[in-house]
């Protein structure tokens, strides 16, 4: 209901986006915590921050949450998500790279358990 009430523009609309995906983890609501975190990534990527740094604070605590959705949504479903996110999208490559640089043995762990695209994503990693 907060979304509905309180309008994007809102000093406290982005830590209801975050409340909502805590509350929705903790109750093991997969799917619509993946819709959940989709909505804050497209919030937090089309939005601006007092400074870069705030975003990359962002983005880095969306990587850091999204390891919870990502490891138990259905195989291979998750692991292609985490290989999406971590791996091709340039921002969220270069945050791992800048702050938080152990989130890379997750996206390996992701890529070697995925059967399906192994291969071409291995090339991709190694680079």
Known sequence: ?????VQPTDKNYLNGMWGKLAAE???????????????????????TFGSNLQTLQQRTWLIHWSLFVFFNIPNPKGWDLIIDLFLYQKPYLNAIQTTCPWILRYLATAVICNKTSRRNVMKD???
């Open 25 to 47: 983890i903790l109750m093991q609501n997969w799917d619509t915590a993946l819709e959940d975190l989709n909505r804050l990534k497209q919030f937090i990527d089309e939005s």
């Open 125 to 127: 990693l190694i680079k």
């Open 1 to 5: 209901f907060h979304r509905i009430l």
